[in-house]
């Protein structure tokens, strides 16, 4: 069964080069992408039994910004213990500082070279689905 990723990004660039970089990875995820915070809260609230196994967060977007994204994901009993990733292009220590604070899973700046992209998201990836032990949905 394919993995779900929910990645919550407002750049198309950045939305573009994630989804290419997954096709090369393999086929067993599933990316659905939100282009903001608040559709990525809508999406989480309506998806019962169909929540993501992992969310890829950017930071700065539109109408809600990542960090009150990260902090109602956190608040919310169905949803606070999906790993979040943020992937920003943000390298202030108050940004990481406020994430970690909000209960982030790790934070990556977002590489430029696309190869070293593909290369973070299959680690990533590696460690959060093949590594990692979650905890059963639904606990």
């Known amino acids: ?6 990645l919550v ?8 080069l994630t989804r290419r970089a997954f096709r090369k990875l393999a086929n067993d995820y599933r ?3 939100k282009d903001d915070g ?9 998806a019962g039994n169909q929540m993501p196994q992992l969310i890829l967060l950017d930071l700065k977007m ?8 990260l902090a109602q994901i956190r608040k919310n009993v169905s949803t606070r213990r999906i790993p979040v990733v943020i992937m ?3 390298a202030e220590e108050c940004d990481i500082t406020a994430a970690y ?15 070293i992209f593909t290369e973070t998201l299959q680690h990533l990836v590696s460690y959060w689905f093949d590594l990692n032990r979650l ?5």
């Open 1 to 6: 069964m394919a993995q779900t990723i929910l």
């Open 9 to 16: 990004e407002d750049n198309q660039t950045d939305i573009d």
């Open 31 to 33: 990316l659905v992408v």
């Open 38 to 46: 608040q559709d990525a809260l809508d999406y989480l609230l309506s």
């Open 62 to 69: 539109p109408r809600v910004g990542g960090l009150e994204v």
């Open 88 to 90: 920003t292009s943000s």
């Open 101 to 115: 604070d909000l209960g982030a899973s790790s934070y990556i700046c977002k590489p430029v070279d696309f190869s």
């Open 135 to 139: 905890p059963p949905a639904g606990l």
